[in-house]
């Protein structure tokens, strides 16, 4: 995920062409070409995101599955049954904006109209460092439908054949006490893809119109 210097004022800016309409966007980068898209065009597969990522060191390979996507913001939920019918899959039907912020930097938007979770997000992908892609994302909600004090959100990445199920992640490890990257191992059989969780604290929640920056 993205450094915190991600989450400056570089993004506050003007678009550099009026693509909120576009439903597809053609990204090129030193070490990446693609294509991103909106949730309408690639509702049959999975929504929003890379649909294909490639790294050119491996020309014509993409990175994730032909019939699948990449990147892709595919729940919210909250714990509370109340919610749990809109619990599965709203980010990757809801309508949704593709926009370009500047050169390797690309957005796509959720507005709170329109969202079941009264939820307004901005996802960035910034394709400006060799060999990797950070990924910026925000998030306001304006509608009081947290009854457990948290939210979740759930990405999700279909790859080809993933060598192994582990996480890799940095922190304190409990056995050793050492501080670094290590892996978090999941007991499943998973030959493709891969999903990652954000959460929003009650801090976020609760504050009138606050953006939970999560990174």
């Not at 909250?78 to 809109?86: L, T, V």
């Not at 922190?171 to 006490?177: D, L």
Request: hydrophobic content about 30%; overall charge positive.
């Amino acid at each position: 995920m993205g450094d915190n210097d991600m989450l400056s004022t570089e993004f506050c800016i003007e678009w550099l062409q009026p693509l909120a309409n576009r439903a597809t966007l053609e990204v090129g980068s030193t070490s990446f070409e693609g294509v991103l898209h909106d949730n309408l065009s690639n509702k049959k597969r999975q929504g929003s995101g890379f649909a294909p990522p490639i790294l050119k060191s491996y020309p014509g390979a993409n990175l994730y599955r032909d019939n699948a996507v990449g990147i892709n913001f595919e729940h919210i939920c909250n714990g509370a049954k109340e919610q749990y019918d809109i619990s599965m899959f709203t980010p990757r039907q809801e309508p949704c904006h593709l926009k370009q912020a500047r050169e390797n930097r690309h957005e796509l938007h959720w507005p709170s109209k329109g969202s079941k979770w009264g939820m307004k997000a901005r996802m960035v992908y910034d394709l400006s460092k060799e060999d990797q892609v950070d990924l910026v994302f925000e998030c306001t909600p304006t509608v009081a439908l947290y009854s457990q004090r948290f939210a979740i959100m759930m990405w999700a990445s279909y790859i080809h054949t993933a060598r192994t199920t582990g996480r890799f992640t940095s922190g304190r490890r409990r056995e050793t006490g050492r501080v670094g990257p290590h892996s978090v191992r999941y007991r499943n059989r998973l030959r493709s893809g891969n999903h990652f969780l954000c959460g929003c604290s009650e801090s976020a929640l609760r504050g009138r119109g606050t953006d939970s920056q999560l990174h």
